[in-house]
């Protein structure tokens, strides 16, 4: 690490703690060389995440798209904001750890309603709706069916 003062790549952290809710951490370090202090953060690097859509386009992987989905599903149910953010963190960090940089939209969309399933099924049927695209009302009160099984 270079200083921003001195351009000496010899220092000493004097403090270390964890920042942005464990996703990274602070660093505080002095200069050996000016004794200047200066504060780094590190972070995980996350791989890029690209979307095999149906039609066999991709896309890169947009976690503003996929809580736009949940929250749109979840819309005038008692799931607050953060929970939200939450299930979209879990799907995100899933897709990250067990895919290796391609995923397809049909495993996003199966993702999301397994978890909105044990969520809040008004919001997995809403989502389940879009997602497989219902033909008719038979096909609806199938899911629906499924649901009181």
Not at 93 to 102: D, T
Request: glycine content about 4%; aromatic content about 8%.
């Amino acid at each position: 690490m270079k200083c921003p003062f001195c351009n000496c790549e010899e220092d000493k952290v004097v403090d270390s703690r964890a920042a942005f809710d464990g996703r990274s951490v602070r660093r505080r370090r002095e200069c050996l060389s000016c004794s200047k202090r200066y504060t780094t953060y590190e972070y995980v690097e996350k791989v890029s995440l690209s979307v095999v859509k149906n039609d066999g386009k991709r896309e890169e992987f947009d976690r503003q798209k996929l809580f736009k989905g949940i929250a749109l599903a979840c819309n005038k149910r008692p799931i607050p904001e953060e929970k939200i953010n939450s299930l979209v963190s879990e799907i995100e960090e899933e897709l990250q750890n067990f895919s290796k940089g391609e995923v397809t939209s049909q495993r996003i969309g199966e993702l999301v309603m397994d978890r909105l399933k044990a969520l809040d099924e008004v919001a997995y049927v809403r989502f389940a709706s879009v997602y497989r695209k219902f033909k008719d009302k038979n096909e609806f009160l199938e899911e629906l069916r499924g649901l009181l099984d």
